[in-house]
């Protein structure tokens, strides 16, 4: 099982929910939806912004990292850079990292020039490019559109420039996938290549492989896994480090709706993985695609208010009790992390004090 996050859990903050591609993983995207939790689709306002760091500082909320992603790109958003910067100044003490997943298309040299300039020293910054192939063809095909070299290009230009910049690290990811998994070997091979031309004493590159979430662990998980464990047996992907390289993989398999036979517990998504929505609203959950888990605006309210309110406990008590409700009923649960030891104690001894239980 991967590790329980720290503090508050995983917090990640929705620049947009736009996108410029259409990968076959993601049905938003690669379906066209109009919108895709259950508002249109935007851009967050930099004063929307600025009122929920507040609010987070306010509530004195800590969390194991912060995530300026959701189901957009979030390059797409003219001022990503600055929300860098200034999730920096304002999160310092309180966040391990400030993170962006990204596809790298829109992030140019001069944009990456200003990335670097806004990064703020006290929080390490991770940059994570999902590329997904090793080929022009194979990219086309599961990202929809054309792009990888200039992707690729854009990788090269930050690792090879993040030095003076404080702690910045890149992740390169392969999401292993029907249409592109006979590339894995030559997805590590190339990135483990480039580094050992270029990087040593640059830093830090990952290479992630990553198994497919079909529907947050729904039917079809187990397939996924199967190609993902197949994929990485017959390319001798490993986790390995050395000399500032690293490849990692996911092995844990946690419970998933396939699994019928084996009792399903509470999900660790309800208590570790709240989600900022682009206007603002605090989501329950990253799985929520549908937006059912709405629990409020932190324009309006604090962070603290909302994620240990009512609605939230509520959910978290039913689950709790093997109740699986609305988003849930259908989800087969986050399966990237485990539940952490103190919440469900902490989860009932909050209902009593909401009197939601005796």
């Known amino acids: 099982m991967p590790p329980v996050p720290t503090g508050l859990g995983v917090l990640q903050i929705e620049p947009t929910d736009q996108c410029n591609l259409a990968c076959r993983m993601c049905a938003p995207h690669a379906e066209g939806w ?29 969390f194991d990292h912060v995530i300026l992603q959701w ?5 797409l958003h003219p001022d990503l850079e600055r929300m860098i910067g200034r999730a920096g100044e304002r999160l310092a003490g309180r966040v391990g990292h400030v993170r962006i997943d990204t596809n790298g298309l829109t992030l ?17 910054l991770l940059v994570v490019f999902t590329l997904d192939a090793a080929t022009p063809a194979t990219y ?11 992707a690729r290009r854009h990788v090269r230009y930050l ?25 894995a070997a030559a997805f590590l091979a190339y990135w483990r290549g480039w580094w050992r031309c270029h990087g040593p004493g640059g830093g830090h590159l990952e290479v992630l492989f990553k198994r497919l979430s079909v529907g947050g662990g729904g039917p079809g998980q187990a397939a996924a896994d199967a190609l993902y464990e197949r994929t990485l047996a017959d390319a001798g992907v490993d986790e390995a480090q050395d000399d500032g390289f690293s490849v990692g993989v996911w092995r844990a398999r946690p419970w998933q709706a396939d699994d019928a036979h084996t009792a399903r517990g509470p999900c660790p998504g309800a208590w570790l993985t709240p989600v900022v929505r682009h206007d603002g609203h605090l989501m329950m959950c990253c799985a929520d695609l549908a937006g059912d888990l709405d629990l409020g605006s932190l324009v309006e309210h604090d962070f603290r208010t909302l994620w240990e309110g009512p609605k939230a406990t509520a959910v978290r008590l039913g689950q709790l009790a093997g109740r699986f409700e609305g988003a849930c009923a259908a989800c087969g649960g986050v399966n990237w992390y485990g539940m952490p030891a103190e919440g469900p104690d902490a989860t009932r001894r909050r209902a009593r004090e909401l009197g939601l239980t005796p």
């Open 34 to 62: 109009d919108q895709v939790h259950g508002v249109p689709k935007g851009r967050m306002a930099w004063t929307t912004y600025e009122r929920v760091l507040d609010g987070l500082v306010a509530g004195d909320c800590h």
């Open 71 to 75: 189901l957009g790109d979030p390059s």
């Open 159 to 183: 690792l090879a420039h993040r030095r003076g910049a404080g702690r910045i690290d890149v992740q390169v990811q392969f999401v292993v996938q029907p249409g592109n998994a006979h590339e």
């Open 108 to 124: 140019t040299e001069p944009r990456l020039d200003r990335l670097l300039a806004f990064k703020a020293r006290a929080v390490p």
């Open 140 to 150: 086309r095909r599961v990202k929809g559109r054309d792009g990888l070299e200039r």
